[in-house]
């Protein structure tokens, strides 16, 4: 029963994708002036933006654990329907903070039929109506775990229909009664079974399932089917129509990303001043367990790799009248990977044991 009803519900706003329009530009022919959706007109109250300093005004609820499911500034496109997050349409929207909004005092927007205008006539609208989670424009990026916990879904929400549902699937079970929810994505880079950090990159996002563009679906589910909640919890001045809530799941009371150190690459190479031919090559990136590969690009534009390792240091032998230049990629162990290249080296030719 839960998983028809769970299936059934989901399938039925996946259906409407609200980020599609986050990548597109205004179709050929659309009359001017005509509102397109996507301006993403401003989901929550602190902006249309999701950048990690966000302030919903409510603390954390004794319970709290929760930070982004991604790194860097992203739009929230859709956000949790308090009266009802069940995919069916009664024509209004409750927002965390008790914003209400709906088909006969907002109107609808007339390219999304369940979203609502906060103002009459204006197109300040809100996303959507039965929506059971939040949704993220996130373009085919790393998704990172909410919270530490043990995988209990990888794979098709529905294996015998890829445009099904939400499509490639991952659920954490965080060990407290609580799942996170993480849809419509193109990789999955975790398996069933597996413990994950808060933070590590569990799959890209993408648009698999019933999506009509890429975007993150993530929700927070009671265990065995107990249905949905809102980790914003409820802040409206009045009752939380949807019960099942149980507060502000936020770790530190508002939305922000996890704390761990992101990859940023130095690398820097120069030729020695009593040997030209030997170019001292360096790399690092903050965080704790990294792994390099360094590569050497030659004037030609072969690449081919020179090092795998740590962060550390080597002598590079190049050949007089050459130009090199180092390609160094990093990856850490939560799986955030970053790259650059060094300037470039020319290494003298000698004549008589001087360089000109
Ligand atoms: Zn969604």
Redesign the pocket.
Known sequence: MRVLVFAVTIFLLFLFGVPAQASQAEPPGQKAGKYSRWFYPSQMSYGPIEDGTGNIGSGPSPGAFLTLPFMGPHYIT?LFDHCYPNYTSDNRLCRYDGTTVSKSVGGIDPTFDAGFAQTPGQHDYLYYDG?D?Y?YGLYYEPVAASAGGTVMLANWLDPNCHSCLSGQTIEINHGNGLLTFYGHLSQILVSKGQYVSRGQVIGISGMTGTATGPHL?WGVYKMNGGGPIDPYGWSGSYPDPWGKDIGDLWLTGSPRYAGIAMPSVSVAASSQAEDPTAIDVSWSSPGGRTRFNVYVVRQDGSMTLWRSSGAGSGVFRGSPGQRYWFWASVTTDLGWSDARGSTVVPVPVINHGEAQ
């Open positions: 859709s929506h989670g949704d679906h």
